[in-house]
Nanobody, 123 residues
Framework: QVQLVESGGGLVQAGDSLRLSCAAS????????AGWFRQAPGKEREALAA????????VLSDSVKGRFTISRDNAKNTVYLQMNSLKPEDTAVYYC????????????????WGQGTQVTVSS
């Protein structure tokens, strides 16, 4: 079956960096858009970044542009989220997801989701 497993979360201080990884199995990962989302307590799930399967086109939300980057390694079936200059407001559970189409900002378009990894940024 399809599995997406996030890793790399943790507790860091403001200004630190983290790199999240999402390893996919059970699907042809190179044929899917991959995206990163986050959800803070009491808030809706927020789309952060996406990378297309073809040409690795990337998009980033305004809230993370300039601080986060998304990349993928199809040989490793893995998508990454490099997070720099972290802020306390970045504290959330971070999820990866994959989509057969290109609708990067629509969570309902995504076909499979990981279980999430907690990122906590202290001030």
């Amino acid at each position: 079956q399809v599995q997406l497993v996030e890793s790399g979360g943790g507790l860091v201080q403001a200004g630190d960096s983290l790199r999240l990884s999402c390893a996919a199995s059970g699907l042809t990962f190179s044929s899917y858009t991959a995206g990163w989302f986050r959800q803070a307590p009491g808030k809706e799930r927020e789309a952060l970044a996406a990378i297309s399967w073809r040409w690795s086109r990337t998009v980033l939300s305004d809230s993370v542009k300039g601080r986060f980057t998304i990349s993928r390694d199809n040989a490793k079936n893995t998508v990454y989220l490099q997070m720099n200059s972290l802020k306390p407001e970045d504290t959330a559970v971070y999820y990866c997801a994959v989509d057969r189409d290109w609708n990067p900002w629509n969570p309902r378009s995504y076909d499979y989701w990981g279980q999430g990894t907690q990122v906590t940024v202290s001030s």
